[in-house]
């Protein structure tokens, strides 16, 4: 009897030493030595203002933090936050990197146009207030997230959503803006000098429309 006790509890310990091993390479080994962070999904420039597609989860070893790392479940550290530095893409993020106000101004921040023949596809319901992205109109190159400052017809006068005559309108019908003032001609946006040289180059190097943008959100 006690033979047999000592085989069953030899073969338990042979299981449970087993299940252990197991369990520690499936999930123990990255609880103890890793950590979910937030790490750039494609280059982000200084002066971007940070959305959820500009950003994902990834584990890394807990000895490669840097520091002020933004964990997993601390989106709203960066989201609607001003980036002050060049991000790489893969890099890690970290509270350094981010003005914690945003509303803060970046140094050198001006007014430029984006002409009207450098626009491949824009939004009929942008307008001054919005956050806008601006790609290739291929979508492998990306210029920055942008504020729009303006929102111009052919007239320098500004395009607004449609005067509706006093009557109440749902938050919905609003952001839809599928009635105008007038047609849009051009858009200008708020960056630094450089940022802008750059995008005026690749748009101006194009024998056509070159630039795709993308409305983020409204005001």
């Known amino acids: 009897m006690l033979k047999r006790y000592r085989r069953f509890t030899g073969l338990f310990l042979i ?13 123990g080994r990255d609880l103890v030595l890793m950590q979910d962070v937030l790490c750039a ?8 203002l940070i959305s959820k597609e500009m950003f994902k ?21 960066l989201v609607a936050k001003r980036c002050i530095t060049d991000i790489t893409e893969g890099a890690q993020l970290s509270g350094r990197m981010i003005s914690e106000k945003p509303e803060t101004k970046i140094p050198g921040l001006s ?63 609003k952001d839809d803006r599928s009635e105008a003032n007038s047609e849009i001609d051009h858009v200008e946006i708020e960056t630094v000098l450089y940022t802008y040289l750059s ?9 056509g429309p070159a630039l795709l943008l993308i409305r983020r959100e409204g005001k």
């Open 15 to 27: 299981f449970l030493a087993a299940a252990l091993l197991f369990a520690w390479e499936a999930r």
């Open 41 to 48: 999904r494609s280059d982000i420039q200084s002066g971007d």
């Open 57 to 77: 989860a990834v584990s890394v070893p807990r000895n490669a933090l840097i520091k002020d790392a933004i964990l997993s479940g601390e989106e709203e550290r």
């Open 111 to 173: 007014a430029f146009v984006i002409k009207k023949d450098w626009i491949y596809m824009r939004s009929s319901s942008l307008r001054g207030g919005d956050i806008v992205e601006i790609l290739s109109s291929d979508g492998k190159t990306r210029f920055g997230s942008f504020d729009v400052l303006y929102v111009k017809n052919e007239s320098e006068g500004e395009v607004r959503s449609a005067d509706t005559g006093g009557l109440n309108i749902t938050g919905t019908q």
């Open 199 to 207: 995008l005026k180059e690749y748009a101006e190097k194009c024998t």
